[in-house]
């Protein structure tokens, strides 16, 4: 599975458009880009995942740039339970493991 | 209810003593992860299970075992537990379902405390 590469920490106000960039790089062409969230200790959470077009759903919308090397995760309106630690993650489909880097730990502020 | 269950949730125990996670679920799905999470890191795979009578190896399976006993169960067992197991633990599954779409579900976890 390719490595991607997150910000430690971001920022934002609430109500505001939040986005969360990652680097995927060395991606392959068979790879999903998928994101977790994570809430307190709790339980991941899934949000959203794509290959190569962009995807939207009911929490969040996923752009993933032409060349497939990059994405941005946005959170369009954010509200403070929405800070959390969110994971990019890109894997093969089909092959169940999910690897977790270190995330972006997104702090959402009134 | 919750669909994927973990007990105990919080464990303390001693080093050398044997103790068991369990995982249960009620989502129907074939395949069961074990993850640790240790503080400020990501989560690291364990064991994971795509079926009754599958068991694989993941990262971190050095003094750890499972057994899946059922479709709806998969208990992790830490034989002689070590400080460096102190850990918060997560239990996951997924469908088959269309590849693509494969989705993790996440147990609440179970906070283990090795003294």
């Known amino acids: 599975d390719a490595k991607t590469t997150q910000p430690p920490s971001m920022d934002c106000a609430e109500g505001r458009a939040a986005n969360l960039p990652c680097n995927h790089s060395t991606i392959s062409g068979n790879e999903y880009v998928y994101w977790y969230r994570q809430i307190h200790s709790q339980g991941p959470q899934y949000i959203i995942h794509g290959l190569k077009n962009n995807e939207t759903n009911e929490m969040a919308s996923l752009i993933i740039t032409e060349d497939r090397k990059s994405s941005t995760l946005i959170l369009p309106h954010a509200t403070l339970r929405d800070t959390a630690v969110y994971y990019c993650?890109?894997?093969?489909?089909?092959?169940?493991?999910?690897?977790f880097g270190t995330g972006t730990r997104l702090l959402v502020s009134p | 209810d919750a669909d994927v269950t973990q007990t105990p949730r919080n464990r303390i125990t001693k080093t050398g003593k044997r103790i068991m996670l369990e995982c249960s679920q009620t989502?129907?799905?074939?395949?069961m992860y074990w993850y640790r999470q240790d503080p400020g890191l990501g989560l690291r795979l364990i064991y994971y299970s795509f079926d009754v009578k599958d068991i694989n190896k993941g990262e971190i399976s050095d003094g750890y075992s499972v057994s899946r006993q059922a479709q709806a169960k998969f208990s992790l067992s830490l034989e002689s537990a070590i400080p460096n197991q102190t850990a918060l633990y997560f239990c996951?599954?997924?469908?088959?379902?269309?590849?693509?779409?494969?989705?993790?579900?996440f147990g609440p976890g179970t906070r283990l405390l090795v003294l």
């Open positions: 996951a599954t997924s469908d088959t379902g269309t590849l693509s779409q494969e989705t993790q579900y």
């Open positions: 989502k129907g799905h074939d395949r």
């Open positions: 993650i890109v894997r093969v489909a089909g092959f169940q493991k999910l690897v």
